[in-house]
């Protein structure tokens, strides 16, 4: 099988993602979704003759229905057309005698690219050559452009296929970061296999390599904290212990660390924020004196809410408290009891741990016994020491940990017991809804965590980035409106990948349509008039409601009378950028007519076809032609931008040209453009 070839008209097809071939640069069309999955089948063994019957088998399983075989002569056929390039000597699919076979000589296949590439490191691995070896596999894990092989391609043969991959895939990577290691590069390490660890959160192999890079780049800690969440996790759903290597590493890790290890580590260049952590010092006063108390701490994604908790809380130890820290996250969420387990775990191992409660938590009628296991245990711990249990990231709880809080509340007029959560708008759930309103009147504190002030956000930004002058400095505060996380991207130096990646993660908890709704908006500028999203979405007002109040309440737009803006205008300016040329300038073209054609103002229309740039086609010649002096009244500059951007098309006809020529003669010679859209302020 040979991995690559020159030969334009050769077809690359990729299994390590979304199915996808590509020929010459295109995309040939491959059609519904049991259609890839012969073409998947096949190309799993290109050059091989597949009987039919085998191949009905691996797209529909082993009871297909009457249709299967008429299908697939229909599948066939269409591939077969859809594959074949211009010029071929022959089809690339071909049939005889109730077997199909794609022909190797006509395809890359990716996987199996992938397969060689192993084996090289292999062989590489034989001769004691590491340099070799990392090479190889690099070169093997860059043919991945997903997260799963055959993403979404179904049937028996593409699930058992995707699973070879996948194991095959985490053996590459875990090789490939152990000799990562070797070298001494830590710091590439943290951030993929830390996505790893939360995508497979019972792989002990990884886990053990993302506690070795932690530890490596000095964050010991967050090693720790990594430990008891493979720990919890095997616990709750198997009842076994990590391997010995993993509770070695552990046991290292934690012996004569210098202060409790429940306590994650403060953030560097930690600025603003006196009123709440004040807040948090004097609780933790009142509890080492035996008075218990709740608080709840709110702020969306970024704004520094961990930070806080980190700082306010650090001189728990201090105080003579035991401290009890768990973080939620979407995977822990379903785990029942996962977050009050991560919460009690302290790691001792003591008679005092939550080995029953981990126990009874498996039964998923045992609700009333969980409560209370936690009631005893936390009335022993108060016993011998004042003690704060914090859950972060709430919102992410299981709804049984939000039922245990509840109760743990209660607790707090009795107990030097101070409970501490933060959570974001959104996600929400009913439970969670349910639980605030309880707390709400149940007398718990509840802080919203306010934006950093210019002052303060320029403090941070000159921690971050020293020797950034004093317009970079304001450009980023005027960016990131306050948002602590955003504010540390945008002010390290080639951290684009980081900031999109941030950003993203605002997003991820919303409804894709909420998404698409931002992306929209994205485009429409500043300033968003929300009578132009039903025109440009084609969408009626009442549908789009819920995803704007989704946006809205997740605190990432502000409504301004009749306009929506980005709280964060960074947020804008990436949601726009990420967005591919190719369709940057196909919705700009296709905004431009829908507002066009509601009645939209000349300005609005204009600054699409500039933004994009777009191309000139018969309908905007048409539209220039009748609004180019309208627009050169009201925005000259705007005007000047689409006029030069239209008499530069070869497309333009002799009549139009002439006219716009003279149109573009009158203006006086602009230094810059004001469009009113999205592309000239990105």
């Not at 002439?658 to 302020?681: E, H, K, M, Q, S």
């Amino acid at each position: 099988m040979r991995v690559s070839t020159t030969d334009d008209r050769r077809l690359r097809i990729r299994l390590l993602g979304p199915l996808r071939v590509t020929r010459a640069g295109a995309n040939p069309a491959l059609g519904p979704a049991r259609q890839q999955a012969v073409l998947a089948a096949l190309a799993a063994w290109p050059d091989r003759a597949m009987p039919r019957a085998e191949l009905i088998a691996a797209v529909w399983g082993d009871e297909p229905p009457p249709s299967a075989a008429g299908n697939l002569y229909t599948y066939i056929s269409t591939l077969r057309r859809s594959l074949t390039p211009d010029g071929a000597p022959g089809p690339v699919l071909s049939s005889e005698n109730g077997t199909y076979r794609l022909r190797a000589a006509a395809v890359d296949v990716d996987a199996w690219c992938f397969e060689t590439f192993r084996e090289e490191g292999l062989r590489l691995r034989a001769d004691r050559d590491a340099d070799g070896e990392r090479a190889a596999l690099t070169r093997a894990l860059e043919l991945w452009h997903g997260p799963e092989a055959l993403d979404g391609v179904p049937g028996p043969d593409a699930a058992n296929r995707r699973e070879h991959l996948r194991e095959l895939y985490l053996a590459t990577v875990e090789r490939h970061a152990q000799l990562t290691l070797d070298r001494g590069r830590a710091e590439e390490l943290v951030e993929p296999l830390g996505r790893l660890v939360a995508a497979y959160p019972a792989r002990e192999s990884l886990h053990d390599l993302a506690m070795h890079a932690l530890v490596r780049v000095g964050r010991r800690d967050e090693a720790v904290l990594l430990y008891r969440r493979l720990r919890n996790h095997l616990a709750a759903h198997t009842g076994a212990l990590p391997a010995a290597p993993l509770r070695d590493l552990h046991a290292g890790l934690v012996a004569g660390h210098g202060r409790d290890p429940a306590l994650p580590p403060r953030h560097p260049g930690f600025v603003g924020h006196t009123a709440e952590t004040a807040l948090l010092e004097r609780a933790l006063d009142d509890v080492a004196h035996g008075r218990g108390a709740s608080i709840w701490i709110d702020g969306p994604s970024g704004s520094g809410k961990s930070a806080l908790l980190a700082e306010g809380l650090r001189g728990a130890t201090a105080h003579g408290c035991r401290v009890g820290w768990a973080v939620g996250d979407e995977l822990a969420r379903r785990v029942p009891y996962g977050l009050i387990i991560e919460c009690l775990d302290d790691g001792n191992g003591g008679p005092d741990g939550p080995g029953p409660l981990r126990v009874a938590a498996r039964d998923p009628n045992a609700a009333m016994t969980v409560v209370d296991e936690v009631r005893a245990l936390v009335d022993a711990r108060c016993a011998a020491a004042p003690l704060v249990l914090v859950a972060d990231d709430l919102q992410w709880a299981d709804d049984a940990s939000l039922v245990v809080w509840h109760a743990l509340h209660r607790l707090t007029a009795t107990l030097p017991l101070l409970l501490v959560a933060a959570s974001r708008p959104l996600p929400t759930s009913r439970e969670l809804r349910l639980l605030r309103q309880a707390l709400m009147r149940g007398g718990t504190r509840f802080v919203d965590v306010p934006p950093l002030s210019d002052e303060v956000a320029g403090r941070l930004v000159r921690h971050v980035a020293p020797a950034a002058d004093a317009r970079t400095v304001a450009e980023v505060v005027d960016s990131a409106a306050g948002n602590a996380q955003l504010l540390r991207h945008l002010a390290t130096p080639g951290g684009d990948d980081a900031l999109t990646a941030a950003v993203l993660r605002h997003l991820h908890p919303l409804r894709d349509e909420t998404r698409h709704l931002l992306r929209v908006a994205a485009f429409l500028g500043a300033d968003c008039p929300v009578a132009e999203l039903p025109v440009v979405t084609g969408t009626p007002v009442p549908a789009l409601v819920p995803a704007a109040e989704e946006a809205l309440a997740a605190g990432l737009l502000v409504e301004d009378g009749g306009r929506l803006r980005f709280r964060y205008p960074v947020m804008r300016r990436v949601l726009y950028r990420s967005t591919p040329t190719a369709l940057r300038v196909m919705m700009h073209r296709d905004f431009a007519q829908r507002i066009a054609e509601s009645g939209g103002s000349a300005v609005r229309v204009a600054g699409h076809l500039a933004a994009g740039p777009v191309s000139v086609d018969a309908w905007i010649e048409r539209w220039l032609l009748r609004h180019g002096e309208a627009l050169s009244a009201a925005a000259p500059d705007l005007a000047e931008a689409v006029f030069r951007q239209a008499l530069a098309s070869p497309l333009l006809s002799a009549r139009a040209r002439d006219r716009i020529g003279t149109l573009a003669a009158g203006l006086r010679p602009a230094p810059r453009v004001t469009a009113a859209c999205a592309g000239a302020d990105t």
